[in-house]
């Protein structure tokens, strides 16, 4: 029995198809973003160490200040450290940008533009040495016109045995009030990731 030339390339791209690679959209099956693909941070986990601090920082005491002075504050959002082997320069933006969003829309404070940071920190540091210091915060602050900062750091800890890898990330974020320097907020969410 012979299969005409049609038929054989009605074959052939029924077989390709079935090999083809599938792309799957999260909204259209959210159990893909369940799974961890690694022991690295991914979106579930900064979404989780946010949401955690955020709440923390909605029900203190900063926070109702902030309230009570009815957007008379002005706070600035600056980078987040990396104090981690991971690459997640670009979460570390996301949070950057949920945690200005959250301020915004609360109506509490003067969120200032994330967006003018560069130019100031090339102001403070020069333009030989524009990159983020952590020890000069204040000085960037007080160039914005901010009384308060929110900033934080991201840390790990890593242990390995014969079987496992268990990673442990530490998301710090805090409020500093520009003028004296003082930490006036500061929470710790954690996760722990492994790999058997």
């Given at each position: 029995?012979?299969?005409s030339r049609?038929?054989?390339?009605?074959?052939a791209?029924?077989a390709?198809?079935?090999?083809?690679?599938?792309?799957?959209?999260g909204?259209?099956?959210?159990?893909?973003?369940n799974?961890?693909?690694?022991t690295?941070l991914d979106?579930?986990d900064?979404?989780?160490?946010?949401?955690e601090?955020m709440?923390n920082?909605?029900?203190s005491s900063?926070?109702?200040?902030?309230?009570n002075?009815?957007?008379q504050?002005?706070?600035?959002?600056f980078?987040?450290q990396?104090e981690?082997?991971?690459?997640?320069?670009?979460q570390?933006?996301?949070?950057l940008?949920?945690?200005e969003?959250?301020?915004?829309e609360s109506?509490?404070v003067?969120?200032i533009s994330?967006?003018?940071?560069n130019?100031?920190i090339?102001?403070v540091e020069?333009t030989?040495?524009?990159?983020?210091?952590p020890a000069?915060?204040a000085?960037?602050?007080r160039?914005l016109?901010a009384k308060?900062?929110?900033?934080?750091?991201v840390?790990?800890?890593?242990?390995r045995?014969?079987?496992?890898r268990r990673?442990q990330?530490?998301?710090y974020?805090?409020?500093?009030?520009?003028e004296t320097s003082?930490?006036?907020?500061?929470?710790?969410a954690?996760?722990t990731?492994?790999?058997?």
């Amino acid at each position: 029995m012979t299969l005409s030339r049609s038929a054989l390339i009605v074959f052939a791209a029924i077989a390709l198809s079935a090999c083809a690679k599938q792309y799957i959209r999260g909204a259209n099956d959210p159990s893909i973003d369940n799974p961890a693909l690694s022991t690295g941070l991914d979106k579930d986990d900064i979404q989780r160490m946010l949401a955690e601090d955020m709440n923390n920082l909605r029900a203190s005491s900063v926070m109702q200040m902030w309230q009570n002075h009815r957007g008379q504050d002005t706070v600035a959002i600056f980078p987040f450290q990396n104090e981690t082997s991971e690459h997640i320069e670009s979460q570390l933006q996301t949070v950057l940008s949920e945690a200005e969003t959250y301020l915004v829309e609360s109506g509490a404070v003067t969120v200032i533009s994330r967006e003018r940071q560069n130019q100031m920190i090339a102001e403070v540091e020069g333009t030989r040495h524009a990159a983020f210091n952590p020890a000069h915060v204040a000085q960037y602050g007080r160039q914005l016109g901010a009384k308060y900062m929110i900033t934080g750091k991201v840390q790990a800890a890593d242990e390995r045995t014969e079987g496992l890898r268990r990673v442990q990330y530490f998301f710090y974020m805090q409020v500093i009030e520009v003028e004296t320097s003082a930490i006036r907020w500061q929470h710790k969410a954690y996760i722990t990731k492994a790999v058997k």
